[in-house]
């Protein structure tokens, strides 16, 4: 039953995801409206004197004009998303391939194409119908006039287009529209996630039962679960399941991605079940998972420092993205198990914690820029930031990658003036690390 009713849950999501959603519903809308102009009889004589005197004595022989219109709209429509094509082109070589995808699906540009669209429908219907029926000239003149109006709209979502596309690949934008989903998802979760049944356990209990795997029937990205839906599996057969992955892992076929602890081994129907309660789904979603936006916020900095682009502003205005993230993942873990009413672990899945998350994100930026003082001095003040909201366990991990930031910063900075630039910075500010007055002697000559 949960995988029939998942199947139209899915594609459903997967619509309202997708580029067309917009699009679709706005094209049906004027559809409609095209629908109620040419097909609902209304006659002049029931329509108020002042709409009877704009109307005009031959609606029939304006075709010229909205020919004219639909072909003004095209070009419109094609010059407007070769524009996009130019312009993501230029985001996927600056930033990150990664971003274009969501910036082509950004909403904005979904209700524009859907309202170029609905207006082509529109024009298209009233020019398949030209025939106007005997007192019927004003209905079909304030049919006219609208799709006039659309037209002149449309225009003006032109003028509007053209604006937040040119805004929409500065770095400044790119990064606050990382940083606000990426914050939006943690938050999401976060509310999910709350209750006596969601836990963080250091440990996964064990039954002492045997475990029993399930395989994957398909290859993808496994970006969510539906958990509170594996936990009443879990319980009809009064087992625990463990996630044998993290959310957002590339799975293949056949591959053993979860185990059932429990007594008996599961039916096939029942594994159907919990691969149905499973979310796949292309590409790196930040909705479904925050630590895709933290990821990109990173390979945006990386393209940044990159030979080609040598743009080290952009590297750090993302480090201080990623700060303000990690300080925030400080101060809230995601949970990784999930209990029934009665108080027993029915599922647990895999979460990264602080260390590998400050380890992927911070030393890729920091090995990229080794050679810019300005990046280590970056990826310094944001471990000192970080000190101020750490427990003990977490300042360890924080100390030891400022030590090597401080021995990075030792090897590029060879000159006597740049050396005395960096040792005036080390200890700069409030923090809670144990940071050197000086540079060390530097290595390798």
């Not at 004595?57 to 909205?66: D, G, I, S």
């Not at 399930?214 to 969510?224: E, F, P, S």
């Not at 009809?236 to 076929?253: A, I, Q, T």
């Not at 970080?386 to 590029?412: G, K, M, N, W, Y």
Request: with cysteine.
């Amino acid at each position: 039953m949960i995988r029939l009713l998942s199947w139209p849950v899915r594609l459903l999501k997967a619509f309202s995801q997708s580029i067309a959603y917009l699009p679709t519903l706005l094209a049906m809308a004027y559809a409609l409206a095209s629908l109620a102009a040419l097909l609902l009889p209304i006659s002049d004589d029931r329509l108020p004197t002042q709409l009877t005197m704009l109307g005009l004595q031959a609606p029939e022989n304006t075709r010229a004009l909205l020919a004219a219109l639909l072909g003004g709209m095209i070009s419109l429509m094609v010059f407007s998303f070769s524009m996009v094509m130019s312009v993501l082109s230029q985001a996927g070589g600056q930033f990150s391939h990664k971003l274009v995808f969501g910036l082509i699906s950004e909403r904005p540009h979904q209700w524009v194409l859907g309202h170029y669209l609905g207006t082509i429908l529109f024009i298209l219907m009233l020019l398949m119908v030209p025939d106007v029926a005997e007192g019927q000239t004003t209905w079909r003149s304030l049919a006219i006039y609208l799709a006039c109006a659309m037209v002149i709209h449309c225009l003006a979502l032109f003028v509007y287009f053209i604006h937040n596309a040119s805004q929409s690949i500065q770095i400044d934008a790119v990064a606050t529209d990382l940083h606000r989903t990426t914050l939006a998802s943690m938050h999401a979760l976060q509310r999910r996630q709350q209750g006596p049944e969601w836990r963080l356990l250091a440990v996964a209990p064990s039954t002492g039962q045997d475990r029993h795997p399930v395989a994957a029937r398909r290859a993808g990205y496994l970006q969510n679960a539906d958990l509170p839906a594996l936990a009443e599996l879990a319980r009809r057969v009064d087992g625990v399941l463990h996630l044998h992955f993290r959310f957002g892992d590339y799975v293949m076929e056949g591959l053993p991605i979860l185990s059932l602890e429990a007594a008996t081994a599961p039916e096939a129907a029942w594994c159907d079940e919990v691969r149905a309660a499973l979310v796949y789904m292309e590409g790196e979603a930040i909705t479904e998972h925050h630590v895709f936006g933290m990821t990109q916020l990173m390979e945006v900095a990386l393209k940044a420092l990159s030979p080609g682009i040598n743009d080290p502003g952009t590297a750090r205005l993302c480090l201080h993205r990623l700060t303000d993230l990690l300080r925030r993942r400080l101060e809230w873990q995601p949970c990784d198990a999930l209990f029934d009413r009665d108080g027993h672990c029915r599922v647990t899945w895999r979460v990264e914690n602080f260390e590998s998350l400050l380890y992927r994100l911070f030393q890729p930026i920091l090995q990229h820029g080794r050679q810019e003082l300005s990046i280590g001095l970056g990826v310094l003040k944001a471990l000192k930031a970080l000190s101020l909201f750490a427990e003990p366990r977490e300042l360890e991990i924080l100390q030891a990658h400022a030590d090597r930031v401080v021995e990075t910063l030792s090897q590029a900075a060879r000159h006597p003036l740049d050396r005395r630039f960096v040792a005036a910075r080390l200890d700069d500010g409030l923090h809670r690390l144990r940071l050197p007055a000086a540079l060390p002697g530097r290595q390798g000559g």
